[in-house]
């Protein structure tokens, strides 16, 4: 057991060390209007979308982290809660509303970097951090959509990416849990064979409420 | 186990932000980018190829504008190279007058810019030139036009450069042969710079040209060519003026750049 959590910690590890170098560097070339991606808060979404709230929070805080360590101007660790409180609401709000369907996966994404986005501009603001509405409110909404759009480009191969990194007990309790070691999966991404296995029963209960 | 993650992340903003750029955040953060650095050469040359297409493809009409813009400059440049030499011979007068010191006097470092920052909140540009070269946390950095920033961060073999534009930058300007002194701040990139504690009455002007102040506790030497005043205003029932600045110095597209070995300290 202690064995499968170093494991998945070091998968996780190294998928945000790739993150970080990514967006450290091909990011930047994928600047549209000057805003760029933002690789790691696609992790933290991911991690909540594949894993549930708490796997979201953790990998959230960890992935923020290690972008709060490239930047300068703002304080070390808002990154950080930003992306920890966006992996949790996108875990939470998957265990309650969202449905085990592929093409959910772009729009959460997508849906989940915006309220990462407005996380960290709300949080600096109010610890004192006011340049970052300094830009105006069509600046900001920009830069929302445009990360939006790179987020549900890169959601894929990002949440598969972070389903097999959180394969074993990190993701027990998600919606769309990742395999276990053990070769059985319970999420549909991309296990699609097991999504409409999952989503028969649903079905059922909705008509029954009818 | 979010509220724990929450408490931690608040006590961290909180140190964080009483430290400043200095303590054990800072010395993480230089650590970090020295760790990164040599896997950060690796990934971007690998994929440098890829990236250049992905941003010619996506910024297809600035490229553009940029070219077009270069063809005419290019045209435009046999001409005013004679009447540049004029100016220049113009600005050392200037200069001599005003008893500003001429910015060869500061030894300097040349150091070329290698990428832009991560992050879309930031204006900054790192550059090839880190401690091992003598950079340190504050020294202003100058390009051809004039001041573009201040070091901000320096791990050993790279630095980052915050420019003028950034929100976070204030510099210290006044108008040459006059009092008027003021704080120019930056309002986010491709905006022009806002100049406050000036009040209203003060002689400034459209077509001014700023340079730094210098006054005591000043981050810049003085003498540094700032920018131009675009608009000067008086709002209805205000104290100071609203004066916008357009940088001498082109923040957009810069390749070489001089880091100025200066502190406030040692001057």
């Known amino acids: ?21 990514l967006q450290t560097t091909f990011g930047n070339d994928l600047r549209v209007d000057d805003f760029a991606p933002d690789f790691m808060m696609l992790l933290a979404v991911g991690a909540g ?46 265990n309650e509303v969202l449905r085990s369907r592929l093409f959910m996966v772009p729009l959460v994404a997508a849906g989940g970097t915006v309220l990462g986005v407005v996380l960290f501009v709300v949080l600096g ?43 074993g007990p990190a993701a027990a309790s998600g919606p769309l849990s990742a395999p276990t070691p053990g070769g059985t999966a319970s999420g ?8 409409s296995s999952r989503a028969r029963p649903r079905r059922r209960a909705r008509a029954g409420v009818r | 186990m979010l509220l724990v993650l929450v408490l931690v992340g608040v006590t961290l903003v909180t140190i964080s932000d009483r430290n400043g750029n200095s303590g054990i955040f800072a010395r993480a953060r ?32 600035t490229l553009e504008k940029q070219n077009q813009l270069l063809r005419r400059q290019v045209a435009g440049d046999q001409g005013a190279a004679v009447q540049a030499m004029g100016e220049q011979a113009q600005a050392a007068q200037v200069l001599a007058q005003e008893n500003l010191p001429y910015l060869s006097a500061i030894p300097s470092v040349a150091a070329q810019v290698v990428d ?50 950034d929100p976070s930058v204030t510099v210290g300007v006044r108008v040459p042969g006059t009092g008027v002194v003021g704080a120019a701040v930056g309002e986010g990139e491709g905006n022009p710079l806002q100049v406050e504690d000036v009040n209203v009455g003060s002689h400034v002007s459209r077509g001014d040209d700023l340079v730094t102040s210098g006054l005591q506790l000043e981050h810049f030497p003085a003498g540094i060519p700032v920018g131009r005043v675009l608009s000067v205003s008086s709002p209805a029932g205000a104290l100071q003026l609203a004066i916008s600045v357009s940088p001498f110095a082109d923040l957009v597209d810069l390749q070489f750049v001089r880091v100025l070995l200066w502190s406030p300290q040692t001057g």
């Open chain 1, 125 to 167: 603001y109010l610890v004192g951090q006011s340049q970052l509405v300094a830009g105006g409110g069509h600046w900001l909404a920009v830069l929302a959509l445009v990360e939006a759009c790179y987020a549900a480009l890169f959601s894929l191969p990002a949440f598969v990416l972070m389903r097999v990194a959180l394969a």
């Open chain 2, 116 to 165: 832009l920052g991560a992050a879309n909140f930031e204006q900054t540009i790192e550059l090839d030139r880190g401690s091992a070269n003598g950079l340190s946390v504050g020294q202003p950095v100058v390009s051809a036009g004039g001041l573009i920033g201040s070091v901000t961060a320096v791990s050993s073999h790279l630095s980052t450069v915050t420019l003028l534009d």
């Open chain 1, 188 to 195: 549909d991404l991309p296990n699609r064979r097991h999504a």
């Open chain 2, 30 to 61: 230089t650590y970090a980018r020295d760790v990164a650095n040599p896997f950060q050469s690796g990934v971007h040359s690998v994929l440098q190829p890829v990236g250049n297409f992905l941003y010619g493809a996506l910024n297809y009409k």
């Open chain 1, 1 to 21: 057991m202690r064995a499968s959590w170093a494991r998945t910690v070091v998968k996780v590890a190294l998928l945000l060390a790739v993150g970080i170098l």
């Open chain 1, 49 to 94: 979308f594949v894993g549930g709230p708490d796997t979201g929070a953790v990998v959230g805080f960890a992935a923020g982290l290690v972008s709060d360590l490239f930047l300068q101007s703002t304080p070390f660790g808002l990154s950080a809660l930003a992306a920890c409180l966006a992996g949790f609401a996108v875990g939470w709000a998957g």
